[in-house]
């Protein structure tokens, strides 16, 4: 069903609480079993608000905000998470569809356009991607987001669906990561004193500095892997 794609991608892709989203399966089961019995009349929006129910623990329980575009209407529904995580008061109508491009870091900007155009023109049915956006505040973010795309009969597009989480805290640590490992690096091959880096089990040189090439007479190539 076209209508439940933002649920399924969610559901799909947030990590879920097992024993709590089992208790409002069960109680969906119910509420369907209940509507197919002879003069039990369908109750949609009980179904409805259970199953609302669901797809908030799934987002929660990962850490993910959802969003739900229709190409056919033009809305676009915005998971209240989807409102935190760049930045707006959960409800603001400044934040649209297309409005949300506004507020990805120019650098990143292009790279997002290309690779939705590409899904779209192309018959992808996936996108995803990891970019920076700038809060109203002015703050930076990191972003990973992934969108599934459902189409019509005719292979048009007709819903566009999926989460988005902040990846900042990781994209710093591995900022972290990489000036530590630049700032060893320069230490190592700088240093006065032959150093030198070996597996454990085969004690096979990975990497040595040029002090510890020239003590043994040897170029840094020539010792690497002995």
Same mark, same amino acid.
């Given at each position: 069903?076209?209508?439940?794609?933002?649920?399924?991608?969610?559901?799909?892709?947030?990590?879920?609480?097992?024993?709590?989203?089992?208790?409002?399966?069960?109680?969906?089961?119910?509420?369907?079993?209940?509507?197919?019995?002879?003069?039990?009349?369908?109750?949609?929006?009980?179904?409805?608000?259970?199953?609302?129910?669901?797809?908030?623990?799934?987002?929660?329980?990962?850490?993910?905000?959802?969003?739900?575009?229709?190409?056919?209407?033009?809305?676009?529904?915005?998971?209240?998470?989807?409102?935190?995580?760049?930045?707006?008061?959960?409800?603001?109508?400044?934040?649209?569809?297309?409005?949300?491009?506004?507020?990805?870091?120019?650098?990143?900007?292009?790279?997002?356009?290309?690779?939705?155009?590409?899904?779209?023109?192309?018959?992808?049915?996936?996108?995803?991607?990891?970019?920076?956006?700038?809060?109203?505040?002015?703050?930076?973010?990191?972003?990973?987001?992934?969108?599934?795309? !459902?189409?019509?009969?005719?292979?048009?597009? /007709?819903?566009? #669906?999926?989460? @988005?989480?902040?990846?900042?805290? *990781?994209? &710093?640590?591995?900022?972290?990561?990489?000036?530590?490992?630049?700032?060893?690096?320069?230490?190592?091959?700088?240093?006065?004193?032959?150093?030198?880096?070996?597996? !454990?089990?085969?004690?096979?040189?990975?990497? /040595?500095?040029? #002090?510890?090439? @020239?003590?043994?007479?040897?170029? *840094?190539? &020539?010792?690497?892997?002995?």
């Amino acid at each position: 069903d076209v209508d439940d794609v933002g649920t399924q991608v969610a559901e799909q892709l947030a990590c879920e609480e097992p024993a709590l989203i089992g208790e409002i399966d069960d109680a969906i089961g119910r509420e369907e079993s209940h509507a197919t019995r002879p003069g039990s009349a369908v109750r949609p929006a009980r179904l409805a608000t259970l199953r609302e129910r669901r797809l908030t623990l799934a987002l929660r329980s990962g850490g993910y905000a959802a969003w739900d575009h229709d190409y056919r209407t033009g809305e676009t529904y915005n998971s209240p998470e989807f409102y935190d995580l760049l930045g707006f008061d959960r409800g603001n109508k400044e934040l649209t569809f297309n409005s949300v491009n506004d507020l990805v870091h120019p650098d990143d900007r292009q790279k997002v356009e290309d690779g939705y155009r590409r899904m779209l023109t192309e018959g992808g049915d996936v996108f995803e991607t990891e970019y920076r956006i700038i809060h109203p505040d002015g703050r930076v973010r990191w972003i990973f987001g992934r969108g599934r795309v !459902v189409r019509g009969a005719d292979g048009q597009p /007709v819903r566009y #669906a999926g989460v @988005d989480i902040d990846v900042t805290e *990781r994209r &710093q640590a591995e900022e972290r990561l990489r000036e530590s490992e630049e700032r060893f690096a320069k230490a190592f091959h700088s240093a006065a004193h032959p150093m030198s880096i070996a597996t !454990v089990a085969e004690q096979r040189y990975i990497d /040595v500095n040029q #002090a510890s090439a @020239d003590a043994v007479g040897l170029t *840094r190539e &020539q010792v690497i892997g002995l």
